[in-house]
Structures are given as structure tokens and as C-alpha cells.
């Protein structure tokens, strides 16, 4: 099959589909990376046993790696599927578009999440007390 | 909170000095002491507990004095150690409590035959260090 060449109308329609995709990804990239380096540091303070300094290293690296990961995902998804050439194409492109990075975005948040929950678990573990209580106590120590 | 953990273990048994080897080589956010049950040392130490002969349960003695025996005496040390403190936990809810002690208690009751079988013979194991009541460490 040829493939034909876009013009005029379905060539802008394209192209603003493409540019909508990207400003509205990087867009709510940019916001969750933000509302998760705002709200996750009290989190990160608290696995990592109130060792604040660690805790904001940690938190501005999870951002970097957030950026990192959902830039390149947006920038590689943006050829794939249909090419719009009229606005109903292009309403759809957009709204599969952005289906795809939000679930990317929260998949990538459940899984930060699960892990540094893992990690507070350990981490709380050296304070827990037993989880069973004694039969008796010795006399000597009772008195 | 609680520091150390001295647990009454049977001498005669290769499986449990076996098992002793492995719990002190594992890292503990508590002490663990072992002293062997029956010993004059465990009689000097805990009169209240009986000199005569071994017991025949698990029993684990934490520095506050509190007393554990069987399937808490197992939860006990396992909450000892570092990587098994979520298993303690597990083992000890109303869930998986029952099974534990069922466990345990057969554990416990068939330990002469499990060293036989597996051909643990308690001088193999022992430490050359004094038996009785060394502390970790």
C-alpha cells in the first residue's frame, strides 16, 4: 500500500493534533512530578527514618527518574497509531494519547509508592514489639 | 523493649544445636543466648522453671523476665532476627497461629527422630565454646 502524502487540512490537523499530545503530556508530567515532590516528602522523611537530608536527595532523584521515564515515553508514543487527518481523528489521537501516559503516569506512582511502602515496613520493623505476649513472668524480675 | 533473649534449648538433640547454630549466624535486632535446659546453669539462673531433667517445650526467657514457651517461644526467636521479624508477626495472627503451633508442637515432639533421621548428632554440632548460657557475640 502507498502510502499518501498528508496535505493541506488533514497536514494542519496532524500537526496540532501532535502538538496538543505533547504540550498537554509534558503538561501533566510536569504537574504530577510536582504535586509527588510536594506532597511525597513527608512519606520519604518518615521510611527513611526521619533522615530528612536522604529523604529530599531521594525525593529530587524520583523526580529526575520521573521526567526521565515519561518524556521518553511521550516522545516514543508519539508515532504510533492512527494519523489523524480530520478533527474527529484528531479528538481521538488525543484522547488515546493521554489515556495512555495517565495510566503510564499512575502505573509508575503505584509502583514508587508500593516500593517506599515496603521500604517504611523494614524500616519499622526494629521498633515493633513482640507479637506475642509472655505465659508468665519470672519472680525475681517481678519484684 | 526488650534487648536479649536467653532460650532454653534441649542439649541432646543435634537438630536443635543445628538449629541454635543458625539462629545465632542470622542478624538479630535482639540479643540471643542459648543455655542449655536442665543444666545447673538454667537452675541457678531460673529456679522457678524446674531442674529436673529437659523440658519438654520450647522455652524462651526475654530480659524483662517474661516467660515463652512452645509456639510463642518459636514466634520469639524468630521476632529476634532481622529478616524473619514479618514472619513472627504473620505466624502470630489469629490466621496462621493455630497452623504454627500445630507445627511446632510436632517440631518439637518428633525432634529426637528429625536429628536421627538427617544424622545430627549433638557433639557434631556443639560449640567448643562453655554450653552453657554463652551470649552471642
Sequence with gaps: ?143 | MIQRLTVLTDASCGFCIRCEGWLLRQPAFVELEFCAAGSREAARRFPELGTSGTPEELIVIDDEGGIYRGARAWIMCLWALAEYREWAGRLASPLFLPFARGAFAFVSSKRHTISELMGFEPEQFRRAEPPHCDARG
Design chain 1, 1 to 143: 500500500m502507498e502510502i499518501q502524502p498528508l496535505e493541506g487540512l488533514a497536514a494542519s490537523t496532524t500537526i496540532w493534533a501532535y502538538l496538543a499530545y505533547l504540550t498537554a503530556s509534558v503538561g501533566l508530567t510536569v504537574w504530577v512530578a510536582h504535586t509527588l515532590h510536594r506532597n511525597g516528602r513527608i512519606f520519604l522523611v518518615d521510611s527513611f527514618l526521619g533522615n530528612e537530608g536522604l529523604a529530599d536527595s531521594v525525593n529530587h532523584l524520583l523526580v529526575v527518574g520521573f521526567y526521565l521515564v515519561n518524556v521518553g515515553f511521550v516522545s516514543l508514543a508519539l508515532k504510533y497509531g492512527i494519523k489523524p487527518r480530520n478533527t474527529v481523528e484528531g479528538i481521538e489521537f488525543f484522547s488515546t494519547k493521554i489515556g495512555m501516559v495517565l495510566l503510564v503516569l499512575g502505573g509508575m506512582h503505584f509502583f514508587n509508592l508500593y516500593v517506599f511502602a515496603t521500604m517504611r515496613r523494614k524500616a519499622m520493623l526494629k521498633h515493633q514489639r513482640p507479637p506475642v505476649q509472655p505465659e508468665g513472668f519470672l519472680a525475681a524480675k517481678r519484684a
